[in-house]
């Protein structure tokens, strides 16, 4: 089984910033999309941004777009999700994933691999 662990989660004042990490086990991700997820209490899971693990495009959502950045490290098999101007509607668990296709998607159906998510909080 693919492990992905996230951390990097907490609390922050609204206008902060945090850098989440995604570190992968089990498997090297040298050819692995990858993806990150949110989902607030009582809302369905959001796609937030993607990054190809081999390449060097990346996607988000228009929500983000201008405050977060999606990079990675492959020496490491840690891709990072730098979260920048947060405000408190950002506040959710975040979810990175991996899928096989190794092009991102936005689509949570698409991935393979997920881990088991990082709390941001962000208070006004």
């Known amino acids: 089984q693919v492990q992905l662990v996230e951390s990097g989660g907490g609390l922050v004042q609204a206008g902060g910033s945090l850098r989440l990490s995604c570190s992968a086990s089990?498997?090297?991700?040298?050819?692995?999309?990858m993806g990150w997820f949110r989902q607030a209490p009582g809302k369905e899971r959001e796609f937030v941004g993607a990054?190809?693990?081999?390449?060097?495009?990346?996607y988000y959502t228009d929500s983000v777009k201008g405050r977060f950045s999606i990079s990675r490290d492959n020496a490491k098999n840690t891709v990072y999700l730098q979260m920048n101007s947060l405000k408190p509607e950002d506040t959710a668990v975040y979810y990175c994933a991996a899928e096989r296709g190794g092009s991102g998607s936005d689509y949570a159906e698409a991935y393979d691999y997920w881990g088991q998510g990082t709390q941001v909080t962000v208070s006004s």
């Open positions: 990054i190809t693990w081999s390449g060097s495009n990346t």
């Open positions: 089990g498997r090297t991700f040298s050819s692995y999309g």
